[in-house]
C-alpha cells in the first residue's frame, strides 16, 4: 500500500493526533501542494486563499511572484516564506518537512499551476513519502488539462510529455519513440523554439495528423489554433505565436501504430519493403531505404541501419 497519506483529518500515519485543523482546509502536520493561477488570478481557490493566510510555512518557487499574487487576491501571506525552486528542492525537503513533522502545515506553491508538473515539488513529495509525513492537494490550474480539454481531441487516453528536447536531433529522436503512441500527446513548448518543434513533428507524424496550439491560457488572447499538423506550421508563418502555450497532438490511428510499431519489423523485412516501394514508386533503392528506415525507427528512436538495409536488399536482388 503506498504510503502517501493525504488526509485532511489532523492525523500522523501513526494515528496520533496533531493539534486542530488551522481552518477547514489547513491541516498541522502535512504538506500541501496547492495551484495556482495560470494566467486568470480568479482561478485562485478559496481553498489557496485560505492556505495562503494560515499556512506555517510557504515554500514558493519565487517569492516576488508569489507576494504578486497574494497582493492581486488581497491575502496577507501569514506564514513564513522561503524560497524553494529546482536548485534547492532536493536540500530544503528534509528542512521544512523537520517543520512539518513538528506539527507545521507547510504549503507549496510554484509560479503558475500545479507544483511538480514541470515545475519544482517533486522532491519533497518524494521525501515526505519516504518519511511517512502526510502529503496532500489544494489542486486547481494546469496548463495540462486545460490545453487537453480545449484540443478536442479525444481526452479519454492521454500522455503527458513535458518539454521536448531542446536540440534538434535529440527532439526528433524522442519524437519518433512516439509515433506509435495511440493517445492523445501533450507537450509544452516556447514561442522560441515553436518553428523547429512543428517542423519536427511534421517529420515525424506526418503533415495530416490532428493537432492544437493552445496559447495563452485562461489569458485575454487566449488562443487555440485547431487543425493538422500542416495547417499549425502554415499558420505560424502567418502569425507567429507569441506567449506560452501547449501543443496537444492526436495520438496514431491503431493501423498507424501497427505500421509504426518499431518490434514489428527487422532489417530483412525493411529491405523487402524498400524494394517494394522503390518498384511501385520508381525510387532509386538507396532514396526507398532512407524513406522506409525513417518511418521505421527503433525503440529508442535511432533510424535503423541503412547499410545493412541496403546490403540485404541488394543481396535479395541477386537472388531473384
Ligand atoms: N506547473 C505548470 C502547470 O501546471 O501547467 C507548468 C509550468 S512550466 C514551467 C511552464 C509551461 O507551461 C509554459 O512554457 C507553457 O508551455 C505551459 N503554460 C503555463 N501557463 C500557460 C498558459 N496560460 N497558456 C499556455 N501554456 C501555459
Redesign the pocket.
Known sequence: MSSMNGRSDGLTQGGESHEEPISPSVSRGTVVLA?TP??NVSDASTRLVELLQSADLVAAEDTRRLYDLANRLGVRVGGRVMAYHDHNERRMADPILDQVRDGACALVV??????????PGMAIVRRAIERGIPVTCAPG????L??LALSGLPTDRFCYEG?LPRRHQERLRHLRTLRSEERTMVF???PHRIDQAMQDLQEVFGPDRLMAL??????EH?QIRRGTVGDIVRSLQEDPPR????LVVAGASALEARRNDPEAMDDRQLAALARDLARSEGLRLKEAIARVAAEHPLADGSLPNRKRIYALAVEEDEED
Open positions: 495551484a495560470i494566467g510554484s509560479d503558475a499551476g500545479m507544483p511538480t508538473i514541470n515545475d490550474p494546469s496548463a495540462v486545460d490545453a518539454f509544452y513548448e516556447t493552445c496559447r495563452e491560457l485562461t489569458k487566449e506567449g506560452e502555450m501547449v
